[in-house]
């Protein structure tokens, strides 16, 4: 990528983020061009498609929270490391409120510009709650296709203003349903 069509890319990027924060999902890929100065044409070039943006805008925060999922299989305490990463899974999807949908639907189509971004950090966090029930610390009778559901609807709770303030409540108690009683966690 040329040099120029490089800062474009990234400019845009960095608008994007800031636009799908504070609209959600179903922000104007218009508006996003008009904010960062440039024309419709170019945002296209980079982004040929909404799904294409919530990637590039996505990967980077399902890539640490794959490496992060790595990092916690040495944690000490695998309960604590399940409910860590399944933390920042949850503030990870609510930072771009309404990208629910397309992180779900993503999952079950392999064309979409998504679905390699939310499978990898789908399988990070699956490898997690395998070792927390290998250790007896989580139930085993979900799997990492429940966990992946169960951060959804968090993050999707976390998009809902009558229900915002309950996300940390539900978040305690979802935990509190997967881990066993004998494991410790935050």
Known sequence: MRADARKNYEHL????????????????????ARRAGVGLGTMYRHF?????????????????LAANAEKLQAADS????????????VACAHNYRGVIDSMVAAIEDPDSALHASCTTMKAAGARLLAR??????????????DLYALGGALAWVGD?????????????????AILTPRSTHT
């Open 13 to 32: 990027l960095a608008v994007a983020r800031v636009v799908v924060t504070e609209e959600g999902a179903d922000a104007s890929l218009r508006d996003i």
């Open 48 to 64: 040929p498609t909404r799904e294409t943006l919530f990637e590039a805008l996505l990967r980077t925060g399902f890539d640490e």
């Open 78 to 89: 695998p309960g604590d490391a399940l409910v860590s990463w399944l933390r920042e899974f």
């Open 132 to 145: 927390a029930q290998a250790e007896g610390a989580a139930r085993t009778d979900i799997d990492g296709t």
């Open 160 to 176: 809902q203003p009558a229900l915002s303030s309950r996300v940390d409540h539900l978040f305690t108690l979802i935990t509190g």
